[in-house]
């Protein structure tokens, strides 16, 4: 039984290195690499390498990109659900200085085709797993017709509400059992449907009951919010403690040299989801002190999907 099942996009990456992100008109000299990428894809391989047997569902072309996708998951030990799409696989530029930041710029391509009829007809595979993970680089109405029926059966639903820009509603959010955005994220979802007007930036500055009294206003459940270089920021509903001893807490950051921070944020969910997964009877916070470690190891190596650690709960016992 697929323990982990992830509905999201694939992308083929393109990716530029540069000593410095390109400004406006600029024209620099980088470095030129591609690969397999997309939050979905990397999340799935992510949860894979981190100890889950994980199943990927998505929509790709008829294409070499989706050749790509097929290959590596089968390589990789994923589960591969594909809906065909008569749009090319979708496609990423990437940005990468010389501090591991990133610009990213998504062409979505098949990746808007994944329908509602198609995870519908895969309920089956949907309602028998232990954790659903979904993002927003797919179409909103399909994700959230998959967290529902996740959700119908006893399925944890964890949501990486990503990228910022995304369309989401709060309805959407209410049916993440536990919501993940990053403070960019979490700054466009409160400004989008609370009416809270808050800065990426100041957001790790918060104190932990401001910052709690605001992921209260999100949802019901439990959120994490990942905050870099800061740590990670959890908030339980009261009577949600998922046994954890407090309502909110900080999780510290772990110490790497990081060469490439993109993927790191889906080397976190996927590691996380892994975890909820895998690990039973556990406080929360172990799941979480599990992913942050996880996403830290993803940013000492180059790229996204092929950047992702094999490295399990049981190793970092």
């Given at each position: 039984m697929t323990a982990v099942v992830v509905a999201g996009s694939f992308n083929v990456d393109h990716v530029w290195r540069c000593d410095t992100l390109p400004a406006g008109g600029a024209t620099i000299a980088g470095r030129y690499s591609t690969g397999p990428g997309g939050k979905g894809f990397n999340q799935a391989v992510a949860a894979g390498r981190a100890g889950a047997?994980?199943?990927?569902?998505?929509?790709?072309?008829?294409?070499?990109?989706?050749?790509?996708?097929?290959?590596?998951?089968?390589?990789?030990?994923?589960?591969l659900v594909a809906e065909a799409s008569a749009e090319p696989t979708g496609t990423a530029g990437i940005y990468v200085d010389a501090r591991g930041r990133n610009s990213i710029v998504i062409g979505a391509g098949a990746n808007a085709s994944l329908s509602i009829p198609f995870v519908t007809a895969n309920q089956s595979l949907v309602g028998s797993a232990k954790v659903l993970l979904a993002q927003l680089e797919s179409p909103i109405e399909t994700i959230e017709a998959a967290l529902e029926l996740a959700r119908q059966n006893g399925v944890t639903t964890?949501?990486?509400?990503?990228?910022?820009?995304?369309?989401?509603?709060?309805?959407?959010?209410?049916?993440?059992?536990?919501?993940?955005?990053?403070?960019?994220?979490?700054?466009?979802?409160?400004?989008?449907?609370?009416?809270?007007?808050?800065?990426?930036?100041?957001?790790?500055?918060?104190?932990g009951a401001t910052l709690h009294e605001l992921c209260r206003k999100l949802s019901g459940n439990t959120v994490v919010v990942t905050l870099g270089a800061v740590g990670v920021f959890v908030s339980h509903a009261p009577e949600r403690l998922?046994?954890?001893?407090?309502?909110?807490?900080?999780?510290?950051?772990?110490?790497?040299?990081?060469?490439?921070?993109?993927?790191?944020?889906?080397?976190?969910?996927?590691?996380?989801?892994?975890?909820?997964?895998t690990v039973a009877d556990v406080p929360f916070a172990q799941h979480v002190r599990f992913a942050n470690r996880y996403a830290a190891r993803s940013t000492e190596n180059e790229g996204a999907a092929l950047a992702m650690p094999r490295f399990t709960p049981a190793d970092a016992v």
């Open positions: 047997s994980t199943t990927f569902v998505c929509a790709l072309g008829d294409d070499a990109g989706g050749a790509l996708a097929r290959q590596l998951a089968g390589a990789d030990g994923l589960s964890v949501l990486n509400a990503a990228p910022a820009n995304a369309p989401s509603t709060i309805s959407l959010l209410k049916l993440a059992d536990v919501l993940t955005p990053n403070e960019t994220e979490f700054a466009a979802l409160l400004s989008r449907h609370v009416g809270e007007r808050i800065e990426a930036d100041d957001v790790a500055a918060l104190d998922r046994g954890d001893s407090s309502a909110y807490y900080r999780v510290a950051a772990e110490t790497v040299q990081a060469v490439d921070t993109t993927g790191a944020g889906d080397a976190f969910n996927g590691a996380l989801a892994a975890s909820l997964a």
